[in-house]
């Protein structure tokens, strides 16, 4: 499968003062599942407004995924994106960033604006965005798991073992897809790991953000 590029996307730009914090006014008050994590951000800092742009579709040539760098530390904190780091949501956003697409904490996509807060609800947020939802897999698509979600997946030696989410729900990108719907994904954060790991199985869905979803 072949994914659409589009050379020179911008990569999404801070967006901070005034401009910010009207654009949020504007969608109503902060969610209050961010009070806890905003304090750790800049003093008096809202969450980012992600502006997709126009045409904006996800590129293969990019940064390898080990120079995403927003590791997980003592304190955590908030990255460029308004995501907590060395979560899958931090790497998933900062990877979709780099190679063509921006997306943040509040995005507005092609659908409109959309709250993109716990992976396990990121698949409603996508289509309040914009973006379709399938159970195809497309290579630059999102993999994305509901809280308690389980899936089947490939250990190294060969051998399957079943995979459970967490209660905030996971994603991944998927960066290879095999015969029979198999497919190679990228992640951090999953089951409490803190470095990146490379998966390999099946996901429930598949976010097409910035990639054409399958028959269109």
Known sequence: MQVEREPGVPVARRR???RVARAVAGLGAVPALLL???PSAEAGQVPLLVRRPAGAVVR????PPEAYPYRAGGTPRLDAYGFVTGQCTS???WWLDVHGVPLGVLTVGPGGPAWFL??????????AAGYRVGRVPVVGALAQWHAGE???ERRSDGRWHTSTAGRAGH??????VLPGGEVDWLDHGAGGRTELHRG???APRYLYVGVTAPGI
Request: positive net charge; glycine residues 18%.
């Open 16 to 18: 901070r003062g005034g």
């Open 36 to 38: 806890g994590v905003l």
């Open 60 to 63: 293969l040539d990019g940064p």
């Open 91 to 93: 790497f998933a956003a």
């Open 118 to 127: 716990n992976a396990s609800s990121w698949d409603g947020s996508a289509v």
């Open 150 to 152: 389980s899936n089947l």
């Open 171 to 176: 994603v991944a990108v998927v960066v290879r």
């Open 200 to 202: 390999r199985g099946f």
